[in-house]
DNA sequence: TCGACGGCTTGACAATTATCAAGTGACTGC
DNA sequence: GCAGTCACTTGATAATTGTCAAGCCGTCGA
């Protein structure tokens, strides 16, 4: 593996503090992988071979059934994902696809849940990423259970703004995949960017403009306890 | 702090295998008290001062934004709850309601964190329950997402007939909780019900009869990957 | 250049879900 | 006992969301 990936994985706070021998141990069992897009790494179902970390590209997070599918999560550089059935060794819950090129780093489940029990340092890094990951899904659940899909859109938006820091930005994914994260219908999501056009939004393919942030604050409502990415 | 409660604490799977005399240190600092029903015990954006365990009665997680309200679980003896506000220190993301006369522990927040932080075995004890509730929570998005909530009724009967071990039950909880932790409203709880009565399911109050377990299975297509508590 | 493809949009319609209003029935306190 | 309360139910209606079909409009490759 090459030294820059392995500065890359050294550089997440998941083994940011851990060991260093124990870091070598555990990278010299890793491999390196290089995946066109679309590709399915993992399914629903499974039992975990590997921890996967991105380290360019992107992987969506998906789940189906009763033929039906739903995109839970992107996971985008650089990050792990599947930690939970990691540690438990119990199977996937969701299944990840490439959405483009990506190099994905994958650590044997058996070295990770090793030195879980052996390195005190990166079990309280598990931790703090896992409290993390719950977290984020429990505000995802308030925003489901708790807005209407026109709210979800705009808080979307407005999260958005936040994370690129403009009012002018691109939406980061395709919108199909946008309206299955946000729990809707991509005809309904078309239908949706029309409704905040009277609040200030501005829609042209994947470019974004919000034109009155005051204006979709005021009827998108966000609440740091459901939109804010750092709590 | 009696001694059968200290017992019932030690007991939980998050304490059996700390550091005899850390867990000692825990409980000195810990406390007992007792809560009428509809108390609440902790509201959504404060900072965690306890880590809170349920010895008795049941304690109902809400979430609330403008002007709505939803119910997302409820904790029944003997397990805690705000884990991971606790460990990260940062602001609840539910509120927390007694539902009928509980008795909780309190262990001071600042305790937890500490004992984390020297204890290793906690601190693993602390990842198993954490990648259990993700999962819990992950489920629970799902069903959200990939289910009508005549199918979430479906399946959550199916669940408690599991849980029961019998086709013949009484619910757990109010409709109306119910229903807003299925993610709908009473009314249509109550025409859910009446809308499962020809997959064989009959409702008197609060009893519940399956009467075609085959033929509600058919209709529910429960997935061990949404449904089984367990995994 | 052209046609095929795929993602996106639009409109008509249907299903699902929510809201509002009224009624039932069980329990409670005077 | 009896009125009051509250959860639950039911019906009518409205809002939201999904489905289906068709058309638009880029990109891409022949």
Redesign the interface.
Known sequence: MSDSYRQEVRDLALFAEMDMGNFEALMRGAYVQNFPPRIELIT??ELPDFLHVVVSGSVDLF????G?E?S?ATVRPVSTFI???T??G??Y??SARTLEKSRIVLLPSEDVRRL??SD?VF??A???E??????A??????D????TSLERLANYLLRQRQRNGTDEFDLMMEKRRLASFL?MTPENLSRSFKGLEPFGVKVAGNHIVITDVADLMRFA?P????DDDS?
């Open positions: 629903e179902g789940s189906t059934w009763n039906r739903t839970l930690l939970a059935a540690i438990r119990a199977p819950l969701m879980f029990d005190s079990a309280r598990i931790v703090t896992l409290s993390q990951c719950y977290r899904i429990v505000k995802n659940t308030k489901l259970k708790l807005r729990g409502k609440s740091p306890l459901i709590t």
